[in-house]
């Protein structure tokens, strides 16, 4: 049975940082590709960042680009989310995904599944 469990947000001023991480149980970082998607009040879940399985090939959504670094840590199966010169806009119930199809990637959201709770971040300011 597939667990994610993130952590890591909180409240934070625009321009501030958070960094968020995803850490799994009964799936292997290493055989799934990985993604952060968020979903603000009122909103649809969207997707933030994906990593492929392998580390080698990261999506950043238009929102993210130049401001949010995915990575994971292979050994303790986590994903994080590195969160730079946060915005209002930002605010939003974060959630881990897992690609439902093992040793592959594609960009599509609709290919993740399997999420966390949700960490929340509020950006004020």
């Known amino acids: 049975q597939v667990q994610l469990a993130e952590s890591g947000g909180g409240q934070v001023q625009a321009g501030g940082s958070l960094r968020l991480s995803c850490t799994a149980s009964?799936?292997?970082?290493?055989?799934?590709?990985s993604a952060w998607f968020r979903q603000a009040p009122g909103k649809d879940r969207e997707l933030v960042a994906s990593?492929?399985?392998?580390?080698?090939?990261?999506y950043y959504s238009d929102s993210a680009k130049g401001r949010f670094t995915i990575s994971r840590d292979k050994i303790e199966n986590t994903v994080y989310l590195q969160m730079d010169n946060l915005k209002p806009e930002d605010t939003a119930v974060y959630y881990c995904?897992?690609?439902?199809?093992?040793?592959?990637?594609?960009?599509?959201?609709?290919?993740?599944?399997?999420w966390g709770q949700g960490t929340e971040v509020v950006v004020f300011g």
């Open positions: 990593i492929s399985y392998t580390g080698g090939t990261r």
């Open positions: 009964g799936v292997s970082f290493r055989d799934y590709a």
């Open positions: 995904g897992v690609h439902r199809r093992r040793l592959f990637f594609s960009t599509a959201s609709s290919g993740f599944g399997s």
